[in-house]
């Protein structure tokens, strides 16, 4: 079997046929009611026997290789999770057998997802890239659980989805860059692919920007330097949430 990453759910959850159907109701939920801030992705409302498949707030996450395949599974409870952690997949019966829905069905829903809302195809995909990316690689808190919070985000216009970064002062070697209030991934690969550029011009790059937001898994980043043969770092502040030491407040 040829390598691929998919994304398993319990079969009496949902199949195949259902997932299409399920994610395009939701889709067009959200394009109908993107105004409103809150229960953007409200699954059991919208379609039933898609428990919280896009928060997957009460889901439990295992991974594990079959062969050459490697799975993502969303278990319901732990009899079944149990299951797909412990034993081959192919050694289930029929009624423990997930459905695989494999991951270009994954990226094409979250990609409709950010279209609803008015993002622009290339930074929908790279969203899309992002979150997938980050399932595959164990970071669940970073993956598909983080699309609801985005898509929240851009409903309420605290994010520009189309915003495309701009250099506001560059030298050979470094580059301060605005990303507009845009989409965290969009700044950046933008921002990791000039440290890149300057890396292999001049020995080292460094670029730092202001007006991102939520960028997901930091090594995101690092492997996009890693793949063209470099070392590479990344860091971001966060909203206030642990206090220094000898402080009473968080910083």
């Not at 860059?177 to 292999?200: P, Q």
């Not at 980043?221 to 502040?237: H, P, W």
Request: proline share 3%; charged share 20%; glycine share 8%.
């Amino acid at each position: 079997m040829t390598s691929m990453t998919l994304f398993s759910f319990p079969s009496r959850t949902i199949s195949t046929a259902q997932w299409r159907s399920s994610s395009s109701k939701l889709v067009k939920y959200i394009r109908g009611k993107e105004e409103k801030a809150s229960n953007l992705l409200a699954p059991a409302a919208v379609v039933r026997n898609f428990t919280s498949l896009t928060t997957g707030r009460q889901m439990r996450f295992r991974k594990q290789n079959v062969g050459k395949t490697s799975v993502i599974g969303a278990t319901e409870n732990a009899c079944i999770d149990n299951v797909v952690r412990g034993s081959s997949l192919r050694k289930m019966s029929s009624a423990q057998q997930p459905k695989l829905v494999a991951v270009a069905e994954s990226k094409r829903f979250m990609t409709d997802c950010f279209l609803a809302v008015n993002v622009p195809r290339d930074h929908a995909e790279a969203m899309a890239d992002l979150l997938v990316g980050a399932d595959y690689r164990g970071h669940f808190s970073h993956g598909m659980n983080r699309l609801e919070m985005y898509i929240n985000d851009l409903a309420i216009n605290s994010t520009d989805g189309a915003a495309v970064p701009v250099i506001l002062k560059e030298t050979p070697s470094t580059a301060w860059v605005d990303g507009r209030n845009g989409l965290g991934v969009v700044v950046g690969n933008y921002c990791m692919d000039l440290a890149i550029k300057k890396a292999k011009a001049v020995g080292v790059g460094w670029v730092c920007a202001k007006g991102s937001n939520h960028y997901g898994i930091a090594s995101w980043y690092v492997l996009r330097a890693l793949k063209e043969g470099l070392m590479g770092m990344t860091t971001t502040n966060t909203s206030p949430l642990m206090a220094p030491t000898r402080s009473k407040e968080a910083a």
